[in-house]
């Protein structure tokens, strides 16, 4: 982009601003989002306000509340004011105070009071990714009279596509009309006439981004209502909020299987020391559980001594564990997201997991006693006079391990879930590290099982 | 469900059928998911046609194609004529011949046409996934002779929430109207007056899908035309396919880090053996990947037996580098996906991981030092006489293992990427391999190092 160049040749901000608005708000954004704080203040400062207004309003916008933050008040007052009140509310929620009382009190009193409301829902809940800017009409207005209203308020609706059909009396949501099929119908006939024939598809206030996004998917939405329990309409969430938060929980997912905290910044903009605290905290953690394979081979130290040649197949031996068992947590991960399973179904999980895990555990233990056969045959490394049994003991605790493994991790997401937590925070890694402590106790037992009285 | 007692109690599958016409589509999609094939090919036998063809759009509708086979073919090649052309497409591309080419026999010459027109795009491309049922006007028409057309064709096009202006003359894309900014027109003044200030954003025919997810989240879109070379619109690709193809998406990427194949269908419902054999092949190609740990092993097995202590910390020792590893792989991943780094990219990432590896691994590297000293000192297990020295070569050896793990597993996606493949598949376990085997390797070195002449 041409501005790059303006930017470094030290142009007027207004100079560059008056070149942006030739741009579509998407690049804007993201010429923005490659700038400095100030440098983006600086060129939004000085653009028109409904440009301004655009630009904040998109989620893609990264520094929106430090832009908001480092301009003068008034006029981060009047981008607010202008914003849609989902996105204000989000934007408003990240500043602190005393600067967030100060410009909540230059907004007009309808534009804190929806801000306000929508401040009191938990983050990601549908109540927070909500806008309360919809079009809803009373059941008995006509065709014409609904098509006259959109027009009027078109240019102040998030979305106009989906129009939410009040009962008159008590503005309760009775029916859902898309515009498509509005524009279809006779002027003077009723709004009920195009109506959906079925009852509205609704979301409750509280329900997760991911319910959500389920709904929207599920029913080809492009908004639904979110609704309280007396059936009043508190918003609506659109999908393209749906997407945007869809694309934000696929990449916590992605890092909080990879074992860390989720970070909310692209990989190159994240300081140094911010990235060694989100990496750290879970590495020491596992670290430190990692310690107990260290204590359980501790005392198993005796028999180390004797049989020297079981450590040489501990690596591989627990690495099957862990492989196994990540399979398994991943799957129930997302047949969990999809609600394809449920919590109750655990014990049909268990039940399949159990037979599975034994069949893939004696495909891997084939191959380890063929691998341990031909190396001793080839004469490429002495396992020792009792190469037979050892060959065995590795064949039976890859069974064990592998069955372990699918099991805890089949049900460990289970757990997680039953326990309020996100099933996706770290199953992997910390599956991983219960398979590793417990295959080391299972290597051993049936070490002993089998060599006691030989090498043991 | 109260169709549920009636199949049980063998109630007649029109009746059955004519319940379920009360039902939102996506409601009776999930009803016939959770039945036989047989069952759902009777039901939808006897449902009126636009019914059934309503049903048999649904991406989410799992036996679309065994449906259609099971079908009587004049029956099932009304249904595919009735089908929008992608979703058409899309189960023909799965029926094997020669039913697939009696079928295609059945169809009207145009509906033919624009299908095996789609069968050319490769699976997963905007062109497969795009539907042909779109609008569009000649840029010469005015507001309510545009208006007109869309209340004619509504009926029959996916979505008419964007309409697209083409030239006159050579039909190439101008100009993309919104139908929420064409009611607000005048109506007798040109279609121009109410398109877009900007040049359309389109996605070229063998585009990903997730390149047209980035594409339409990015700008926000319902829609986005697919336009070739020459700027003629083949079809568009709506929100909705987009929606749908994420989450599928999204399910492969969580089952392929978790070391797996993908599975295409819901976890509870597919085979045993099905599941055995997506789930062996990559657990048989991670453990004879693995075994590399052993024949590392075996070469240090004269340092083992002379210093069997230094056995005890080898799971410790190999799952730090594993996990720092999985954590680097995850953020790269995501951070390709999202394009927030590119394929040149990859030397700033390795910039950075190389002292975050050596930070982190330092991090452990003092905690495991200070575990040593702990125990040593408390008397809870004797590491021996030159225990200070051992503790050093746990640390050295943590920081030399997490740094290959962070470079090697921040480097993988790209090397994945440059040589085609998907950087999701398989990062996560194939790095834990790597670094396992790699791992083992500079333990026994810097064991070597520090402790040769002592205890090796």
Redesign the interface.
């Known amino acids: 982009m041409h501005v790059d160049r303006m930017i470094q040749d030290n142009i007027e901000p207004s100079a560059i601003a008056a070149r942006l608005g ?3 708000v ?1 690049d804007i954004v ?1 010429f923005l989002n490659g700038k400095s704080v100030e440098e983006a203040t600086e060129v939004i400062a000085h653009m028109p306000l409904p440009w301004g207004i655009e630009v904040l309003d ?1 989620p ?1 916008f990264r520094n929106a509340c430090e832009v908001i933050e480092a301009l003068p008040e008034d006029k981060a007052a009047a981008f607010l004011e202008g914003m849609s009140s989902d996105r204000a509310a989000d934007v408003l929620r990240w500043i602190e105070e005393p600067k967030k009382s100060a410009l909540r009190e230059g907004l007009t009193p309808e534009a804190r009071a929806a801000i306000d409301h929508l401040l009191t829902y938990p983050e990601n809940s549908a109540g927070a990714l909500m806008t309360t800017e919809f079009v809803s009409v009373p059941s008995d207005w006509t065709v014409r009279q609904t ?1 006259d209203h ?2 009027e308020v ?1 240019r102040s609706r998030e ?3 989906a129009i939410y059909v009040l009962d008159p009396a008590s503005r309760r949501l009775t029916n859902v009309v898309t ?3 509005l ?2 119908g006779e002027p003077d006939a009723g709004i009920l006439t195009v109506a959906q024939p ?1 009852a509205p ?1 609704t979301a409750a206030p509280n329900a997760s981004r991911e319910e959500v ?1 389920r709904i ?5 939405l ?1 908004a639904v209502p979110v609704v309280d329990t007396t059936g009043h309409v508190l918003g609506i969430a659109t ?2 909020d ?3 938060a ?2 934000t929980e ?2 916590e ?3 909080r ?4 905290e989720a ?1 909310d910044a ?3 903009d994240i300081g ?1 020391f911010q ?2 605290k989100k ?2 905290g ?3 953690v ?3 559980s ?2 107990l ?2 204590s359980a ?2 005392v198993f ?1 005796d028999e ?2 004797k049989a ?1 040649v079981l ?6 031996v ?3 564990g ?3 068992g ?10 969990l997201a ?1 609600q ?2 449920r919590l109750r ?1 655990w014990w ?2 268990a039940v ?1 997991e159990l ?2 895990g034994i ?2 555990g004696a ?2 233990g084939v ?2 006693i063929i ?1 341990i056969a031909v190396w001793q045959e080839a004469g490429i ?1 002495d396992y020792g006079e009792y190469w037979k049994l050892l060959s065995v003991t590795i064949g039976v605790a890859l069974i064990g391990i ?1 069955t372990f493994g699918s099991l805890a991790g089949s049900l460990l997401p289970f757990a997680l879930k039953r326990l309020g937590f996100d099933p ?1 925070t770290s199953s ?2 910390f599956i ?2 219960l398979v ?1 402590v417990t295959g ?1 106790v299972i290597y051993f037992s049936v070490a002993w099982l089998f060599l006691h009285g030989t090498i043991l």
Chains 1, 2 share one sequence.
């Open positions: 030739r741009e579509h998407a993201e998109q893609l098509l959109i027009r078109e979305t106009v596509y515009l498509r099929r524009i279809s079925y598809i996004a929207i998917s599920k029913y080809d492009l999908v393209d749906v997407i945007d869809m694309i696929q990449t997912d992605v890092q299987m990879g074992g860390m970070i692209p990989y190159l140094f990235m060694i990496r750290a879970w590495l020491c596992l670290f430190l990692e310690m394979t260290t081979m501790q130290s180390l001594e020297i450590a040489l197949f501990i690596p591989l627990m690495s099957s862990g492989n196994s990540s399979q398994a947590t991943s799957l129930i991960i997302r047949a999809l394809e399973v179904d049909k999980v399949r037979p599975t069949v893939l495909i891997l191959i380890g691998r490394f592998v996706a992997a890694p991983a590290t590793d080391i």
